[in-house]
């Protein structure tokens, strides 16, 4: 069973910095396809960024935190990270890793909440101005 724990969340201020961590177990393939997403109250949840690692590493991230974000990961630590700078208060919400089992050489990049199957709990991060 594919497990995924976030931490790192927390309260700052608008264009300060904060790392989130997901770490993994009983992932046992050696492609990944992860994605972070995020959910404000009374709106959907949106892909944030998203990496792939099959025979090459690709990222891809959501145009509101272009510039501003980096999703980088440590498989020797199982964690995935994201990475963000110049915080904004419109950046406040739960923030969720999520990886899929279905990642091989013809997956695509996705920020597609539906492409992905096992979810973390999620963290907080409120940005205050």
């Known amino acids: 069973q594919v497990q995924l724990v976030e931490s790192g969340g927390g309260s700052v201020q608008a264009g300060g910095s904060l790392r989130v961590s997901c770490v993994w177990s009983?992932?046992?393939?050696?492609?990944?396809?992860m994605g972070w997403f995020r959910q404000a109250p009374g709106k959907e949840r949106q892909g944030v960024a998203a990496?792939?690692?099959?025979?090459?590493?690709?990222?891809m991230y959501a145009d509101s935190v272009k510039g501003r974000f980096t999703i980088t990961i440590d498989t020797a630590r199982n964690t995935l990270y994201l990475q963000m700078n110049s915080l904004q208060p419109e950046d406040t919400a739960m923030y969720y890793c999520?990886?899929?089992?279905?990642?091989?050489?013809?997956?695509?990049?996705?920020?597609?909440?539906?492409?992905?199957?096992?979810w973390g709990q999620g963290t907080q991060v409120t940005v205050s101005s």
């Open positions: 990496l792939q690692r099959v025979d090459v590493e690709a990222v």
């Open positions: 009983g992932y046992r393939s050696r492609t990944y396809c």
């Open positions: 999520a990886t899929t089992a279905r990642c091989n050489i013809w997956s695509s990049l996705s920020l597609e909440p539906t492409d992905y199957s096992y």
